[in-house]
């Protein structure tokens, strides 16, 4: 494990849908539809069902699948190489949504091209796209991290979904996402990752 901070996307930047809509795979949830995205904010974690700092977030995005519904659009996207780490495939990721109640499109992201689109670094990293689109939050779910003492309440990201439903600037400072590092393919570290 390799502790990583999210690289923190310049605020305004357009979901990369055309990337997502090529790119993805859907292994639990559904397939990712415009009907999906129409109109509404749309949340993108990126998870992984191995993770330490995923685990620790997964009842809390539970609880924000539930909070969300009809409000919000929540997409899980696994980026992880499996050839190092086959934990992350279909097999890892459905069992994980199932273990969980996760009714969201959760998309493996096989040659990685989503996740640099996002400059996607860690996992979780999520991104909070306003319902136009644009990028209105980057950044942790809360405080908290394993073994630690702050609740898992996504107080940090939950503050910024109610600016964003609510139509006014989101709170800051935004504070990065901090987990494990995306896994790379062997020799295929993008050349922004990590500076």
Not at 7 to 25: D, K, N, S, V, Y
Not at 160 to 173: G, I, K, N
């Amino acid at each position: 494990m390799v502790l990583t901070a999210s690289t923190m996307l310049p605020l305004g930047t357009p979901l990369p849908l055309a990337a997502m809509q090529a790119g993805l795979r859907p292994v639990s949830g559904g397939p990712l539809e415009g009907a999906l995205l129409a109109d509404r904010p749309v949340l993108v974690l990126f998870l992984c069902p191995h993770c330490p700092f995923v685990k620790h977030i997964e009842p809390e995005i539970t609880r924000l699948q539930h909070d969300l519904a009809g409000r919000t659009s929540l997409i899980g996207i696994c980026s992880n190489s499996t050839a190092t780490h086959p934990q992350d495939g279909p097999d890892g990721m459905r069992a994980q949504a199932l273990a969980h109640g996760w009714t969201f499109p959760y998309l493996q992201d096989p040659d990685q091209r989503v996740a640099c689109a996002f400059h996607a670094a860690c996992t979780p990293d999520p991104f909070l796209f306003d319902a136009a689109h644009r990028l209105a939050y980057r950044g942790q779910l809360d405080g908290s991290r394993p073994g630690g003492e702050a609740p898992c309440d996504g107080s940090d990201l939950r503050d910024a979904l109610a600016a964003v439903l609510e139509r006014r600037p989101v709170p800051e400072p935004q504070r990065p996402a901090i987990g494990c590092n995306i896994k790379w393919h062997p020799g295929a570290e993008p050349a922004w990752f990590g500076s």
